[in-house]
């Protein structure tokens, strides 16, 4: 089955006792026994519910996965993850991420005795480097957040090919339609499934996909042992976005490089960050790794300055200033003092994360609108 099929069609049934086209919203927390124990393969909707198990099946089918996992947040999934580790056990993790991600890394893990390690990515030797009998997880986010960087996930895989260590990538900005780690080596997938999946900026979930099935059941025993769940009405809101996945990333796609390509010759900006641009110095990997390029770009001005950043989000009137990305409309966001505030400031300065960048979602409206609103912004 080709992707554009299972997007709506992949791991789905008609519902058995109505022959429903689309999954019925099962609102319920509990289900019926014939006799203890005798039940319809439904027991406590925390362990499962038909609804989510829907979008599960769903989303392991379009990641070429054994079993998908939803959970509550996207953070919720990455907890999951971290929950197969031991105290001891030591990480290393791309050091441009989403702040959400590098606070939890941080703040919460850290204090239970797990080792984290950031390092660019951009040399599968620095990686080799650092691995060790203690490390047991390669966390990885391609493209990154917000700086748009690329990592080779199959030089990444075969490095630790045999060693027992787990790699897990982050496909919030790429999405299954662009990039499906699974097959390049990768064991975990993990979606913010709020964003491109979801994709009407209506609902808040976060998504897992696994390899292999014991792999699966591991993370669904601490997905039920930990209970961060994705509810039923939530789920058929991420199963009907994933319907039009891929037209709506081909619009995405189409208006990003077109949005990029503008920034790039505009006079007051200095440098766009967009890997379907030939001036980004992954080019050739985002052709090799990725069919297409996605809606995401980053850019900074050549004055440097905060202060244009600023002025010119607060005269957006198509681009929304706002929190999260990949809805079908466009926003427009400041890093540094909005999704990535948490990373400490040093630490910004030192990954380029600047007071003068901004990201922008691009979303599935007219081109030719959203280059005007960024062009009465800019002058």
């Avoid at 897992?208 to 009405?233: C, D, M, R, V, Y």
């Avoid at 991420?238 to 319907?243: A, E, H, P, S, Y």
């Avoid at 001036?279 to 990997?285: K, R, V, Y």
């Amino acid at each position: 089955m080709k992707f554009n099929t299972k997007v709506i069609h992949g791991g789905q049934h008609h519902e058995s006792a109505t022959g429903s086209v689309n999954v019925p919203v099962f609102l319920t927390s509990t289900f019926a026994q014939k006799s203890p124990g005798i039940h319809s393969g439904y027991e406590y909707s925390r362990a499962a519910n038909p609804t989510r198990q829907a979008l599960e099946d769903g989303l392991a089918s379009i990641e070429n996965g054994a079993r998908g996992l939803a959970f509550g947040s996207g953070l919720a999934a990455i907890d999951a993850v971290l929950k197969l580790l031991n105290p001891g056990d030591e990480v290393i993790a791309v050091d441009d991420l989403y702040g959400g991600t590098y606070r939890m890394f941080t703040r919460l893990f850290e204090k239970y005795q797990l080792k984290f390690t950031f390092v660019n990515f951009d040399d599968v030797s620095k990686i080799a480097a650092l691995i060790n009998e203690k490390t047991k997880l390669i966390w990885l986010e391609t493209p990154t957040n917000p700086l748009m960087k690329l990592v080779d996930i199959k030089h990444v895989t075969d490095l630790v090919k045999g060693k027992n260590i787990l790699v897990a990538v982050d496909n919030t900005f790429a999405t299954p339609y662009l990039q499906r780690p699974l097959d390049l080596g990768a064991d975990i997938v993990m979606h913010s499934a709020t964003k491109y999946l979801g994709g009407h900026s209506d609902v808040v979930a976060g998504a897992l996909i696994a390899k292999t099935p014991e792999l699966g059941e591991q993370l669904h025993f601490i997905q039920f042992a930990s209970g961060g769940i994705l509810g039923p009405l939530d789920s058929y809101l991420v199963l009907r976005g994933i319907k039009t996945l891929s037209l709506r990333m081909q619009r995405h796609s189409e208006n990003g490089l077109l949005i990029a390509q503008y920034l790039e010759n505009h006079p007051a900006i200095d440098e766009v960050f967009y890997p379907g641009l030939p001036s980004h110095p992954q080019f050739e990997l985002a052709k090799r790794q990725m069919i297409d390029n996605g809606g995401m770009v980053s850019f900074k001005f050549k004055s440097g300055k905060k202060d244009d950043a600023v002025k010119f989000l607060e005269k957006l009137k198509v681009f929304t200033l706002a929190e999260s990305l990949g809805g079908v409309e466009s926003l427009a966001n400041h890093p540094a003092t909005m999704t990535h505030a948490s990373i400490p400031a040093e630490k910004r300065a030192e990954l380029g994360i600047t007071d003068d960048l901004v990201r922008l979602s691009v979303g599935i409206e007219d081109h030719q609108d959203l280059i005007a609103d960024l062009e009465k912004a800019l002058s």
